[in-house]
C-alpha cells in the first residue's frame, strides 16, 4: 500500500521560509517521479514543482521559479519542497503526489495515482 506523508506546514510571515517533506512508504521510491501540487480556497489544485527519479532534472510553476527548490533524498523515501521569500498568494494546502515513470514529470494532477493528505501552508502578510 503506497503511503505519502507530508509534514513542515505551518503559519509564516510574508517573506519567510518554510521546508515540506515528503516520506514515501510502499514503493520503490528511485522509480518514481514526484510532484507537489497545491490548492487554494476555492481554487483548483495546481502543479507547483516536479523531480524526476533521480532528481537531475526539476520543473516549477512560473508561479514559483526563483523561490522554490524541489529536492529529493532516495536513501530516505523523501521528496522535499524549500519555499523562501513567501507570499500571501502562495497560502494552500500544500500535496505531495507521485507517478511511476523515468520519463519527464507530468504537470496535470490527473497523471498522479498517489497522493498524500497534505499540509496547510498559511502566508499572513
Partial sequence: QVQLVESGGGLVQAGGSLRLSCTASGL?????AMAWFRQAPGKE???VAAINYGGGSTAYADSVKGR?????????NTVY?????????DT???????RPT??????????YA???Q???VTVSS
Fill in 28 to 32: 520503490t521510491f528511485n522509480m518514481f
Fill in 45 to 47: 489544485r495546481e502543479f
Fill in 68 to 76: 522554490f527548490t524541489i529536492s529529493r533524498d532516495n536513501a530516505k
Fill in 81 to 89: 519542497l524549500q519555499m523562501n521569500s513567501l507570499k500571501p498568494e
Fill in 92 to 98: 494552500a494546502d500544500y500535496y505531495c503526489t507521485a
Fill in 102 to 111: 523515468r520519463s519527464v514529470p507530468p504537470r496535470g494532477p490527473r497523471e
Fill in 114 to 116: 498517489y497522493w498524500g
Fill in 118 to 120: 497534505g499540509t496547510q
